[in-house]
């Protein structure tokens, strides 16, 4: 089946311009996941969503940074007023939700590489 | 708060070697559990292995197994026969219910 999609797979923006990432996760998966990577980084945690609510946004770096999600599926992340140091690249996972003592890998999409220039 | 150390930024070994890479976290949990992922070049997160923290059988995926002490709260993940192909950026991960935290990730060269 298709896995985890996101586009644009690369974003050339000028300072100060707003963006939108999106993921497309894998279908019936309710968790998903938004991750930054810089440059030789590990996975920073931006925000988890399950369904369309965000219990957890404790990662977002700054109010510039907003996600939703809608129909429990597609999910948008929008940088308002980009700035140089949000250049990286944004992952997008899905799971199913855990339950119990069971729980679920994420699925990883490509990602976005988001150039700020 | 858990936490998720990978204590080698960088390691390298030579093609058909083993190699282990460390991984230790903190958590008051007794339950969750633990995965292994491999970042190549194209960036596309791939799983490698899982285990669940409440067997004490080491998980084993072909040439990839894992050393998972509970006590110690380590889980490093070995790599035999290595292959150009294993050259990437490896992370180790925490999982308890939909929190999910990753280490800052091991970088392995493969030596031909």
């Known amino acids: 089946g298709a896995g985890v999609s996101q586009s644009p797979s690369n974003k050339v923006t000028e300072k100060g311009k707003d963006v939108e990432l999106r993921c497309d996760p894998i279908?019936?998966?309710?968790?998903l996941y938004w991750y930054r990577q810089s440059l030789g980084q590990g996975l920073e945690f931006l925000i988890y969503?399950?369904?369309?609510?965000?219990?957890?946004k404790s990662g977002l770096p700054s109010d510039r940074f907003s996600a939703e999600r809608t129909g429990g599926s597609v999910s948008t992340l929008t940088i308002q007023r980009t700035q140089q140091e949000d250049s990286a690249v944004y992952l997008c996972?899905?799971?199913?939700?855990?339950?119990?003592?069971?729980?679920?890998?994420?699925?990883f999409g490509p990602g976005t590489r988001l150039t700020v220039t | 708060a858990q936490t998720v150390t990978q204590s080698q930024p960088e390691m390298s070994v030579q093609e058909a070697e083993t190699v282990t890479l460390s991984c230790t976290y903190d958590?008051?949990?007794?339950?969750?559990?633990l995965f292994w992922y491999k970042q190549p070049p194209s960036r596309q997160m791939i799983l490698v292995i899982r285990q669940e923290a409440y067997k004490q059988q080491n998980a084993t995926e072909n040439r990839f197994s894992v050393n998972f002490q509970k006590a110690a709260k380590s889980f490093s993940l070995k790599i035999s026969d290595s292959q150009l192909g294993d050259a990437a950026m490896y992370f180790c991960a925490y999982r308890r219910d939909d929190k999910i935290i990753f280490g800052k990730g091991t970088r392995l060269h493969i030596l031909p």
């Open positions: 279908s019936g998966h309710t968790a």
């Open positions: 958590t008051s949990e007794s339950d969750y559990y």
């Open positions: 969503f399950q369904g369309n609510s965000a219990p957890d």
């Open positions: 996972a899905s799971s199913r939700r855990a339950v119990g003592v069971t729980t679920y890998e994420q699925y």
